[in-house]
């Protein structure tokens, strides 16, 4: 058995539990990180920061190679027409996942936080504060953060009944190399599908999430991979330029959307919750990980009474989420909805693009931080 030694334990060294445990040492607190990998790796995956998280990034301390965005721009992705070009302004940023879990952790390594690589955590028992390992020993802590995502032991320690429903729709992931891609992130949409993409590492790789429309349920796992051509099989119907940028995919990666909605509690004992063990996000607002980097610093500030936390920050994240829904919505229609919809946009991109983005301002200028 292995006695309590540390202030705080954060279970799962992602972007949001490296971000909470740095958030809680420069609180003072000791701070122990147990992650099952073998190595702080992430495979390749881009992610967007928006003002809100990039703030906590920035009071954390960290700064990873960044790529500004200057834009969202919507395409109606059958003929290829601009929708709308939305101007973001500052403080919107993309960045190679990779790049960031590395300069979260060299972070870490700065702050003399203790990372504890391949240790597997089998189950979390008692009040929150035992962690049974693979073989079987016992390890004690004092408080346990639970940053191992929505299949991790925490989760099922603290919300073991809350089970997710499937969206009816897959979405595929893959990077590949490009030359002079705009410093936008591009949405082409059209009926039962889109396509998100966007520049990473100095403009040179290309992120790609595309989202199907599907009745079958799939396997909910970043890992499953997937034959390319059924990919560019899915957008064949879209402009000339998807289905060349579609033509370079060599590697793809499909997972089933599923609706976790918010967890119905963050904490249970010893044992609270953040990121996607708490409220896993669907892919269509851009803020899993800012929400996951808010998360790690306001609970840091507020460990002492994470019921009160819980109850400050739940309206905030129940509402990102019907946001994102909506988004998915507004992506895929079609007939006279998508026509209207999109003349509607048109108009806006001539008078005052910057005008839908005005009702995000609610997410993206809060700065949790203050």
């Given amino acids: 058995m292995t006695t309590r030694t540390h202030d705080v334990t954060v279970l799962g060294a992602g ?4 971000a909470c445990a740095i958030a809680c040492r420069l609180r003072g607190l000791s701070v122990e990180l147990i992650e099952q990998a073998p190595a702080l790796t992430e495979v390749g995956a881009g992610i967007q920061i928006a003002p809100n998280g990039g703030r ?8 990873p190679r960044f790529l500004n965005s200057s834009a969202v721009h919507l395409i109606d992705g059958p003929t290829g027409r601009s929708v709308i070009g939305m101007p973001v302004g500052s403080g919107f940023r993309m960045v190679h996942r990779a790049d960031l879990i590395a300069a979260l952790a060299a972070r870490a390594t700065a702050l003399d936080i203790p990372v504890h690589l391949n240790n597997k955590i089998m189950s979390v028992a008692g009040e929150g504060g035992t962690l049974i390992t693979k073989g ?14 929505a299949h991790g032991v925490t ?8 089970k997710p429903t499937f969206t009816g729709q897959v979405a595929w992931r893959a990077v590949v190399p490009v030359d002079n891609w705009p410093r936008e992130a591009q949405v082409h949409m059209g009926p039962g599908r889109h396509l998100v993409c966007y520049p990473l590492r100095d403009g040179r790789s290309l992120n790609i999430v595309a989202v199907e429309e599907r009745s079958e349920w799939t396997v909910a796992s970043w890992s499953q991979t997937d034959d390319p051509e059924n990919l560019r099989q899915a957008f064949a119907g879209y402009a000339a330029p998807v289905r060349d940028l579609l033509a370079r995919v060599e590697e793809v990666h499909l997972w089933g959307l599923m609706d976790h909605g918010v967890t ?12 996607d063990a708490a409220h896993p996000t669907l892919p269509f607002l851009a803020q899993g990980a800012n929400l996951a980097l808010e998360g790690a610093w306001t609970l840091a500030q507020r460990l002492d009474d994470p019921e009160r936390w819980d109850k400050l920050r739940r309206p905030r994240v129940t509402r990102a989420l019907a946001a994102a829904g909506a988004n998915a919505r507004n992506y895929h229609l079609s007939g006279a909805k998508r026509r209207v919809g999109h003349l509607a946009l048109r108009v806006l991109d001539r008078f005052a693009p910057g005008l839908p983005l005005l009702g995000y301002r ?9």
Avoid: K, M, Q, S
């Fill in 15 to 18: 972007i949001g539990g490296l």
């Fill in 56 to 63: 906590v990034l920035d009071a954390l301390g960290v700064r």
């Fill in 136 to 149: 079987g020993e016992t390890r004690l802590v004092t408080r346990l953060i639970g940053a191992d995502g």
């Fill in 155 to 162: 989760r099922a320690f603290v919300a073991p009944d809350h």
């Fill in 264 to 275: 119905p509690n963050w904490t249970r004992g010893r044992c609270t919750l953040i990121g």
């Fill in 362 to 370: 609610w997410l993206y200028d809060a700065d949790v931080t203050v």
